[in-house]
């Protein structure tokens, strides 16, 4: 159930310019230089589409990957002002591409739109981070699992290239609240989600499944004892090249 390829995903939201790439050749020249690369790591920050074709081409080593942060439901051109495709964001230079983030639910997305959303970018063969999670209200209620289930449900298909999906688990209440589940919750979600993936689409191996929602510096030791987590989608932290970069040292402290 535990992978050993640890991933640190950043989500740059709605930041940066061209100058911001300073941030992630800072992280590229720690990474290059320390001991922590003879774990099993993968670095992807998925920023926005302004700046994936720059920072794809100025970004040479391959110790680092860029991605998207959400696309349109269709696939390639159209009359569709301000919106931006699957095939338009792979050609941009995304590998991977985040889908059903909490804001963007927020904002619309529905699981209908998300299902066709990921098998667009897993056509143009762009690998999907699936973001699922529940309320504070769904969590009070005692709903977290029904509506993980119904999120996986709604948005993932048998016939879909399965290797190419990494579910993200973030609880909505947590997301820039400085609020995290505690241990003993995690890990039975963790295993949740793990085993009812790999039985609903009869995989051989679990999915990788990250953790997002207030991660940081100071907590990620804590999920260093929680095997079944594959790695983190981090939010605001990873707009900070130094946040970034001790939130990996204290994961392998």
């Not at 909490?102 to 209908?112: A, F, K, V, Y």
């Not at 998300?114 to 709903?143: D, H, P, R, S, W």
Request: hydrophobic share 35%; proline share 3%; with cysteine.
């Amino acid at each position: 159930m535990t992978n050993k390829l640890k991933y640190f995903v950043g989500n740059w939201k709605m930041f940066g310019d061209f100058k911001s790439i300073k941030i992630i050749y800072k992280i590229l020249n720690f990474y290059k230089k320390s001991k922590f690369r003879r774990f099993k790591n993968k670095i992807i920050f998925c920023v926005p589409n302004t700046l994936i074709y720059l920072f794809k081409k100025k970004l040479k080593s391959k110790l680092i990957y860029i991605g998207g942060q959400n696309c349109y439901h269709k696939e390639e051109y159209g009359p569709y002002t301000g919106a931006v495709s699957p095939a338009m964001i792979k050609r941009a230079g995304a590998e991977y591409l985040i889908l059903g983030h909490s804001e963007n639910r927020l904002e619309g997305d529905t699981n209908l739109l998300i299902e066709k959303k990921i098998k667009l970018a897993l056509k143009q063969k762009i690998k999907v981070i699936f973001c699922i999670g529940e309320t504070l209200k769904e969590k009070n209620k005692g709903k977290k699992f029904y509506v993980l289930k119904k999120q996986i449900n709604g948005s993932i298909k048998k016939n879909l290239n399965l290797k190419n999906i990494i579910i993200a688990y973030e609880p909505v209440w947590s997301i820039g609240t400085s609020k995290i589940p505690n241990a003993n919750d995690l890990k039975k979600t963790f295993v949740f989600i793990k085993n009812y993936f790999k039985k609903k689409f009869r995989t051989q191996k679990h999915p990788v499944v990250l953790y997002g929602g207030s991660v940081n510096h100071k907590n990620i030791s804590m999920f260093s004892f929680i095997p079944e987590i594959d790695g983190f989608l981090i939010g605001g932290a990873s707009q900070s090249s130094k946040k970034f970069i001790d939130i990996i040292k204290n994961y392998y402290k």
